[in-house]
Structure formats: structure tokens, C-alpha cells
């Protein structure tokens, strides 16, 4: 078995991805206003030679009949939370070496104003920069932070097809490897002719002039996608290199994992070059009754509120206001976050959970993908199984304390990934994409940015 692929998943927040983990006594998380705190972790995720910190962001927040439960204030349920664009520079001056993503939106970001932002991060973090292109979480209480009307499911991705074709177009378009000349006896800082007008008219997006910041090491950073629908996997297929899956069963994440190859091949692109993560909360101690001990703790946090706090989050839907005791309504309305719905519809003609099991499951896990508890040995094992079992690359670790995630994470699993030989290896100088397999700075030619790239005999 290769070496798995491991980033940090973390946001500008108080808490974690389930119940009120951010009132456990030895949780600095509190701290996430406080720079030394993101480059304290920055660090130490560089030392263990993790492959990357991943900053999620939504401009959205949990919303029930227009406003946000209370619930979800008083236990700091993805609310309150900041940009995580303002710790970038500080966590790359921090390290030389570890890959940083960030998630930008397509729906709210314009797309000049967002390539610029990524193609000047790639310039500063020496080709270290991935974006995690998201169609917006939360997509409801964000468009009315907005003053915009919710943009329906499948419109969102026609829009970010179009926002990805002009983006590309501006981090590839414009500028020719060695355009800069920086020549200072001839006057000569860039060959004109080596510069080049970018004119883009699509069904939603227009830009016309030349893009202003060079090509940078990797002209468009690492492309992350977590699209579980069918609208999101074809979107995957066709842009990303690392895609996120929600860790259900290992039979739909099998599933998911095989289709997302599939269409990647139809597209003419490599479908086993696309990393596929799956997000992974690990409780790790070295005993088994240390580590039950610590997951009953993990669980004491969650309440019914927190859950269907959680869960109004990314659907807008208020699972306190249901039957207990029957599944989800076939009618209710999914726009707002489709995949975190279907996870709770069944497809092998296995019965609906209750909204009673849901709320169960999510008091367990919340939006967490796995959640995996034992001895390092026993989790080691556990997380090998499961990529082989389903075809994944690697994990996307949610931590639930910091720095007590970090400190089972970094003493005592990845010791015993390591004797396994399915740790990431050490980091030297180079960029994201390298670091995560691909065979060059910059996208191959399989990809469709790589038909906007200028110069080079194109």
C-alpha cells in the first residue's frame, strides 16, 4: 500500500465539527483570533510532515426560520467564525515547506478578484497554495447576508463551470513563462510580447484586459472539490485534484470513489491521479480504556440541539421541528445542501433513518466523516482497511481538541503509520501539486486549464 495522504482539517472557529467540544478544559481552540495560534499549529503540522493545512470557510451559518438558534450561539456551532484568508501569510511565513489550502466560493467571489488573490498567495508561499472551490455551504443564510435571492443546486455549479473556464483563462492566459525579464541595464522588467489580453464572455461571468500578476510557480494552485451529488461529482471529475467524500459506508464510499475515477477518465484526465480523501476524527490513547474513556468524553459534548444546530447548518433544515420517529420528508427542500440530505437516504434499498437516528448519528459525528477510537495499532489498522476497502487516498483529520488531537495524532498514530510505511514522507522544497503526486509545477495537459496556457508552442 502507498503512503496515504494526510492534511489538517481546521476554520476560523471556536469549536469543532460536532457538540461543544470548545468548553473541554484543555481546548485552546478559544484562541482562534490569536495569530500565535495558527502559527503554533502551522509549525508543528510542517514538523510531523503532514501534507498540508486545510482552512474550510463558509460566509454562511446556521439558520432556522431566519435566524440563527440560539443553540448554536450559546455552544459556538459553526458560529461565530472568521476569514481565513487573514492566517495565510502568517501561516506560510511560518513554515517553507507545508502545503496551505483555503476555501473561496464561486457564488460570492469574483472571479478577477479571486485569481488574483490565489495567484499572489502562490507567489508568496512558493507554489504552496491550494483552493478548495466550494458552490457555498450554508448557500441560504450567505445569499441573504448578500442581499442575494439562494441560487438553486444545480444553477450553482453551471456558474462555478463558467467561473472555473475564466479563471483559468486569467492564471494561464496572460502571461508567458519568461515574460519577466527584470533586466535592469536594458530597461526591460517584462516582454510585451509575452504578455497577452484575456476577453471572456460567458453565461455568467465577463472579463476583458490583461491579468496583472505573473504566472506564478504553479499558475493555478492545488484544486480541491468536496461534492458528494451527482452535479458535484461531475464538477470533481472534471476540475479537481483532490476531492473530499463524506465517510459514510464503505460501500458508498467505494462507490463514490470508482465513479469519480470513471468520469475523471470520460473527461480524458487520469482518474487515479485525483487524490480522494475522506475526513477522519481520530481518538487515539495507548490503552483501549484510556481510549473509551476519551471517546465518552468526545460524545459528552454533543446534545440534541448541537446536532440539529449542526445539521440546520448546512441544510437549513430544523430536524427539532420533525417527526422523531419518521425519516426525512420525500419533499423537503434540499437547495441548500443536497449532499448532506442524501446522506440520510439510503440508495441499496435499505430503510430511511428516523430524524430520532439522525440526530443519534450526528450527536456521534456531526458533519464528521469517520470517527475512529482505539490504540494506535488498533486506529492504524482501522484506517488501512478502510482505504483499501474503498479505494481512498488518504484523510482529511478533523481534529475535536487542540492540541490534544494533535498530541494523539503526532506522538502516538503517526509513529505506527510510519512502522507501517503509509505515513507522508518528509517534506522538502517543492510545490503542493508535487508534494501531492502530480508530475510537474503545473496542471497536465489533460486538464482543462492547460488549454488557456500561453507560450510554450501553444
Known amino acids: 500500500m502507498k503512503p496515504l495522504t494526510l492534511g489538517v482539517f481546521e476554520h476560523l472557529n471556536p469549536n469543532g465539527m460536532s457538540g461543544a467540544t470548545w468548553r473541554h478544559p484543555d481546548n485552546v481552540a478559544t484562541r482562534y483570533l490569536d495569530l500565535d495560534h495558527w502559527t503554533r499549529l502551522a509549525r508543528r503540522v510542517e514538523a510531523a510532515d503532514l501534507d498540508f493545512l486545510f482552512l474550510a470557510d463558509s460566509y454562511g451559518m446556521p439558520i432556522v426560520d431566519g435566524a440563527v438558534p440560539d443553540a448554536a450561539v450559546r455552544s459556538a456551532v459553526h458560529f461565530p467564525s472568521a476569514d481565513p484568508f487573514a492566517v495565510v501569510g502568517v501561516c506560510a511565513a511560518a513554515t517553507s515547506t507545508l502545503g496551505i489550502v483555503v476555501t473561496s466560493s464561486t457564488v460570492f467571489e469574483e472571479p478577477y478578484a479571486n485569481a488574483r488573490r490565489y495567484a499572489t498567495l502562490d507567489h508568496l508561499t512558493r507554489g504552496r497554495i491550494g483552493w478548495n472551490v466550494v458552490t457555498s455551504a450554508s448557500a441560504a443564510s450567505a445569499a441573504a447576508m448578500f442581499g442575494r435571492p439562494l441560487t438553486p443546486h444545480d444553477t ?51 472579463a476583458r484586459g490583461v491579468f496583472p500578476v505573473e504566472a506564478s510557480p504553479q499558475r493555478v494552485p492545488v484544486l480541491f472539490q468536496a461534492g458528494s451529488s451527482g452535479r458535484g461529482r461531475e464538477f470533481a471529475a472534471r476540475h479537481a485534484e483532490c476531492v473530499f467524500l463524506q465517510g459514510t459506508t464503505v460501500p458508498r464510499v467505494a462507490e463514490a470513489a470508482a465513479d469519480i475515477r470513471s468520469r475523471a477518465e470520460a473527461f480524458g484526465r487520469d482518474g487515479d491521479a485525483i487524490r480522494l480523501l475522506v475526513g477522519l476524527t481520530i481518538i487515539v490513547a495507548p490503552t483501549t480504556a484510556e481510549a473509551e474513556t476519551r471517546y465518552a468524553t468526545f460524545r459528552s459534548f454533543s446534545t440534541d440541539e ?30 441548500q445542501g443536497q ?100 508530475a510537474g509545477r503545473h496542471l497536465p495537459d489533460s486538464h482543462p486549464a492547460a488549454a488557456h496556457r500561453v507560450g510554450a508552442g501553444r
Not at 177 to 194: F, I, N, S, T
Not at 374 to 383: E, F, N
Not at 418 to 425: E, L, N, S
Request: aromatic letters at 8%; glycine letters at 10%; charged letters at 25%.
Open 156 to 206: 450553482r455549479y453551471d456558474m462555478a463551470e463558467d467561473y472555473m473556464e475564466l479563471s483559468y483563462r486569467l492564471l494561464e492566459g496572460s502571461w508567458e513563462d519568461g515574460a519577466v525579464l527584470a533586466d535592469k541595464e536594458a530597461g526591460v522588467y517584462a516582454d510585451p510580447a509575452r504578455v497577452h489580453d484575456v476577453d471572456h464572455k460567458g453565461p455568467y461571468f465577463s
Open 306 to 335: 448541537t446536532a440539529a444546530a449542526q445539521f440546520a447548518f448546512n441544510t437549513g433544515i430544523d430536524l427539532l421541528s420533525l417527526d422523531p420517529g419518521a425519516p426525512l420528508p420525500a419533499d423537503i427542500d434540499a437547495q
Open 339 to 438: 449532499s448532506n440530505v442524501d446522506r440520510f437516504r439510503p440508495t441499496d434499498g435499505s430503510p430511511a433513518p428516523t430524524v430520532r437516528a439522525i440526530l443519534d448519528e450526528l450527536k456521534a459525528r456531526g458533519l464528521r466523516g469517520l470517527v475512529l477510537h482505539g490504540t494506535p495499532d488498533v486506529v492504524a489498522q482501522q484506517m488501512q482497511d478502510y482505504a483499501e476497502a474503498t479505494g481512498i487516498d488518504g484523510f482529511l483529520l478533523e481534529s475535536y481538541l487542540n492540541p490534544g488531537t494533535y498530541d494523539e495524532l503526532i506522538d502516538l498514530l503517526l509513529p505506527e503509520l510510519r512502522r507501517r510505511g503509509i505515513a507522508p514522507g518528509p517534506h522538502r522544497r517543492q510545490t503542493l501539486r508535487e508534494r501531492l503526486g502530480g
